[in-house]
């Protein structure tokens, strides 16, 4: 898997906080950011897919797509976005087209 490096600037406290955390997680701070930003792009994009599926931009698989979730893992997560299941023959049309 080809990898790229990415750098960002931090306050010296945060920074310190962070390797403090690695050290008590027993990993390298490295290691503890890149788990940090998996979590929170994986969030990030949930909560994304949502609102567009809240606003009625999107199916609920596709919703799923974008959160890159499998459907199942979306529909068990939609109680704790606080999101109902609407689902129509519309709906359905749209996922069955190619």
């Not at 949930?46 to 199942?72: I, K, M, N």
Request: one cysteine or more.
């Amino acid at each position: 898997m080809a990898t790229v490096t990415i750098s960002v600037r931090v306050p010296k406290a945060e920074a310190e906080r962070w390797a403090q955390l690695a050290r008590d997680a027993g990993m390298d701070r490295a290691t503890l950011l890149k788990q940090a930003l998996r979590t929170g792009c994986a969030s990030a994009l949930f909560e994304e897919a949502c609102s567009r599926y809240r606003r009625g931009e999107v199916t609920l698989s596709r919703a799923a797509e974008l959160a890159g979730l499998t459907l199942r893992d979306m529909l068990m997560h939609l109680t704790e976005a606080g999101l109902e299941l609407r689902y129509d023959a519309r709906d359905l049309e749209k996922d069955l087209a190619p």
